[in-house]
C-alpha cells in the first residue's frame, strides 16, 4: 500500500516561513519523482516544485527564490521549505510521488494572513 503523509503546515504570517514534510511508505523512494502541488478554493491544484531521483529541481515561476525542495532518501522524505511567504500562497499543498503510477497525500493547509 503506498502512502504519503504530509505534515508541517498551519498559520504564518506574511513573510514568514514553513516547513512541509511528506513521508513516503509502499514505493523506492529513492528511485521516484517527487513533489509538491497546491490547491487553492476554487482553483485547479497546480505544481509547486519537483525533485527528481538525482536532485534535479523544478519550480514554478511562483515558487522560484523563495521556495526550496529537498529530500531525504535514507528517512524517505521530501520536504518544501517556503520562506517570504504571501496571502497567495494559502491553499492546501499535497505530496506528489510518480512512478508507474501517479500517488497522492491527503493534503496539509497553509494559511498565510496577519
Known amino acids: 500500500q503506498v502512502q504519503l503523509v504530509e505534515s508541517g503546515g498551519g498559520l504564518v504570517q506574511p513573510g514568514g516561513s514553513l516547513r512541509l514534510s511528506c513521508v513516503a511508505s509502499?514505493?523506492?523512494?529513492?528511485?521516484?519523482?517527487m513533489g509538491w502541488y497546491r490547491q487553492a478554493p476554487g482553483k485547479q491544484r497546480e505544481l509547486v516544485a519537483t525533485?527528481?531521483?538525482?536532485?534535479?529541481?523544478n519550480y514554478a515561476d511562483s515558487a522560484k527564490g523563495r521556495f526550496t525542495i529537498s529530500r531525504d532518501n535514507a528517512k524517505n522524505t521530501v520536504y518544501l521549505q517556503m520562506n517570504s511567504l504571501k496571502p497567495d500562497d494559502t491553499a492546501v499543498y499535497y505530496c506528489?510521488?510518480?512512478?508507474?503510477?501517479?500517488?497522492w497525500g491527503q493534503g496539509t493547509q497553509v494559511t498565510v494572513s496577519s
Open positions: 525533485i527528481t531521483s538525482a536532485g534535479i529541481t
Open positions: 506528489h510521488a510518480r512512478t508507474m503510477y501517479n500517488y
Open positions: 509502499g514505493i523506492i523512494f529513492r528511485m521516484v519523482v
